[in-house]
C-alpha cells in the first residue's frame, strides 16, 4: 500500500498575547475572522467532495472488472487517483490547526477557552507550513482540474456511442460536480494563503520576506489549456458566403434603375386664384395699355381675367407633366355593383338539399328500429 500524503502539522511553540504591541491585535483580529470564514467554507466543500468520491469509489470498485481495458476507464482511474490524494492532504485540519493555535497548546484548549478571545500565537513555524502546503494544494487543484476536463470531454464522446449510457452519465455528472467543488475549495485556499501571510508578516515582518509570492491561477488559461471540443465533435464552421456568391437566380438586387427626378415644382400643377370681390384687379402693363378704363364695365373685367388664366394655365401646362388620372365611369360602377348583388341574391338562394328519409320496412316497425 503506497504511503499516505497526508503530512503531520508541527507542533506549535505558542507565545502569550501581552507580548505583543498594542498596535499588532487589530491586525490580528481581522486574520483570525478570515480563518474562522475560511475553515467553515473549505470544511462544507471538502465533505461535498469527499461524497463524490465516495460514489466514484463505489461505481470504480463494481465496473474495474468489465471496463478496465476500455479507453474512458482510464479517466476513471485518473479521476479516482486525483481525488484520494486531494483528500489525503486534509487541508481542512491543517486550516484549523492554524486558528486554534492562537488559543494556546493543545493541552491547555478547553471548549470554554475557545469561546472567549485569542490569548497566544504561534511562531513562524506554523505559519510557514500552512502557506506551503496551501500553495502545493493549490498547484494540485490546477491540475486535477485539467483532468477531469478531459475526462468529462472523453465521457461525452462515449456518450454519443449509446454504450453504457447510464454509467457514462453517471460519470460525467460526477466529473463536472468534482471540478466545480474544486473551484470553490481553491478560491478557500487562497484567501486562508492571503490571511496566513498578512499574519505572518505582522507577527514576524523578517519571515514573511522568506515566503514566496502565490501565484493567481488565470481562469482563462486553464479553460483554454484544455480543449473544450475534440476533433472528432467538432464540425468546420463554413464561412458566410458575401450576399453576391449566395445568389442563385437574378432577382433584381444587381440591377441599377436610374430614375429621373423632377424639380418639386414641377410635378405641382399651377394653382390658378381667382380675385376675391374685395381685392382689386392686378393686371400687367400690356393689359394696362389695351384696357380703356373710361369705357371700362364688368364685362371687360371677366374677358381680361379670363385670358389671365388660360396664359398661365397654357404655360403651366406645357412647362411641367401633369399626370393623367383615368376616370371610371359611372356606368362601369352600376354594372359591376349589379353584378355583385346578383351574385350575393345566388348565393342566398342556393340551399342545402334535403336528405331523404329512409324507407322503412316492416321489419324495423316490428323490432322497433
Not at 461505481?59 to 486525483?82: C, P
Not at 491547555?108 to 506551503?132: C, I, M, N, Q
Not at 482563462?220 to 484544455?226: A, C, N, R
Not at 369705357?295 to 388660360?310: I, K
Request: proline share 6%; with cysteine.
Amino acid at each position: 500500500m503506497p504511503p499516505r500524503r497526508h503530512v503531520p502539522s508541527p507542533s506549535p511553540k505558542c507565545f502569550p498575547r501581552y507580548a505583543l504591541e498594542p498596535g499588532l491585535l487589530p491586525a490580528v483580529d481581522a486574520v483570525l475572522k478570515q480563518l474562522k470564514a475560511c475553515s467553515r467554507r473549505l470544511q462544507a466543500a471538502l465533505v461535498s467532495h469527499r461524497t463524490e468520491l465516495q460514489v466514484l469509489e463505489r461505481l470504480y470498485y463494481k465496473g474495474k472488472n468489465q471496463h478496465r481495458t476500455a479507453l474512458f476507464w482510464q479517466r476513471v482511474a485518473e479521476m479516482r487517483k486525483l481525488g484520494e490524494r486531494l483528500d489525503e492532504m486534509h487541508m481542512d485540519d491543517v486550516v484549523e490547526s492554524l486558528r486554534l493555535s492562537y488559543w494556546g497548546e493543545p493541552s491547555v484548549r478547553t471548549t470554554k477557552l475557545l469561546k472567549g478571545p485569542w490569548t497566544h500565537y504561534p511562531d513562524a513555524k506554523l505559519s510557514l507550513f500552512v502557506l506551503e502546503r496551501c500553495s502545493a494544494c493549490c498547484t494540485l487543484i490546477d491540475r486535477s482540474r485539467e483532468r477531469l476536463l478531459s475526462a468529462y470531454e472523453s465521457f461525452t464522446l462515449m456518450m454519443q456511442t449509446g454504450a453504457f449510457l447510464q454509467l457514462v452519465l453517471t460519470l460525467a455528472a460526477i466529473a463536472s460536480r468534482m471540478s466545480l467543488l474544486l473551484s470553490e475549495v481553491r478560491a478557500v485556499l487562497q484567501n486562508t494563503w492571503f490571511a496566513s501571510y498578512t499574519a505572518l508578516q505582522t507577527l514576524q515582518p523578517s519571515e514573511a520576506q522568506k515566503v514566496r509570492k502565490f501565484v493567481k491561477a488565470n481562469e482563462e488559461e486553464l479553460v483554454g489549456s484544455t480543449p473544450i471540443l475534440s476533433n472528432t465533435t467538432s464540425r468546420a464552421i463554413s464561412k458566410v458566403p458575401a450576399p453576391a456568391e449566395a445568389m442563385d437566380e437574378d432577382v433584381g438586387s444587381a440591377l441599377v434603375r436610374t430614375t429621373t427626378v423632377h424639380p418639386q415644382e414641377d410635378m405641382i400643377p399651377a394653382v390658378v386664384s381667382l380675385p376675391s370681390a374685395n381685392e382689386p384687379l392686378s393686371l400687367d402693363s400690356d393689359e394696362k395699355e389695351r384696357v380703356d378704363f373710361t369705357t371700362f364695365s364688368l364685362s371687360s373685367e371677366l374677358e381680361v381675367g379670363r385670358a389671365t388664366r388660360v396664359r398661365h394655365t397654357a404655360g403651366s401646362v406645357t412647362s411641367s407633366h401633369v399626370p393623367t388620372v383615368t376616370s371610371v365611369s359611372t356606368a362601369e360602377n352600376t354594372d359591376n355593383a349589379a353584378k355583385r348583388k346578383k351574385s350575393d341574391a345566388e348565393a342566398v338562394s342556393v340551399k342545402p338539399a334535403k336528405k331523404k328519409k329512409k324507407k322503412r320496412d316492416e321489419i324495423d316497425d316490428i323490432f322497433g328500429f
